[in-house]
């Protein structure tokens, strides 16, 4: 099963940033990068890293990994019609891209929210009582 979630808040820009450089790298390599899973993790840096750093991938992919490319673009335009920092729009945006890109095998969305909310609410009736 594999996991699908959107955390940029728990990343600094210069570990985004990181991760580009690695994706850059990689990028250059014919053929290393040409999965579906792979353009996620790419449109994610995309819309997380510096203006710089986006310019490079976006050179380098359009260059060596162009399928790859229109599949992060397609990402990032769903991206674009949604608030991703609000949770709801942010569900809703994993389950477009999940129809949306045909995604094969069992995806499961990663949210948190309700659990913590349980979680709350199940400590306050503790406290209360």
């Known amino acids: ?24 790298k990689l990028s250059s390599q014919p053929g290393a990068i040409d999965d579906v899973a792979s353009a996620l993790y790419l449109a994610d840096d995309l819309l997380n890293c510096s203006f ?10 359009r260059r060596n990994q162009p399928g ?3 599949l992060v673009e ?7 019609d949604h608030d991703l920092l609000d ?6 945006f994993r389950r477009t891209i999940v129809k949306e890109m045909k995604l094969k095998g069992a995806w499961s969305e ?3 929210v309700k659990s913590i909310k ?12």
Do not use: Y
């Open 1 to 24: 099963m594999r996991v699908f979630h959107h955390r940029p808040w728990n990343l600094k820009r210069d570990d985004v940033d990181s991760r580009c450089d690695h994706d850059i």
């Open 52 to 61: 710089n750093k986006r310019s490079q991938l976006r050179w380098t992919l």
């Open 68 to 70: 790859t490319l229109r």
């Open 74 to 80: 397609r990402i990032v335009a769903i991206a674009s």
């Open 87 to 92: 949770h709801e729009q942010n569900v809703g």
């Open 110 to 112: 990663s949210d948190n």
């Open 118 to 129: 349980d979680l709350i609410l199940k400590v306050e009736g503790t406290a209360s009582a």
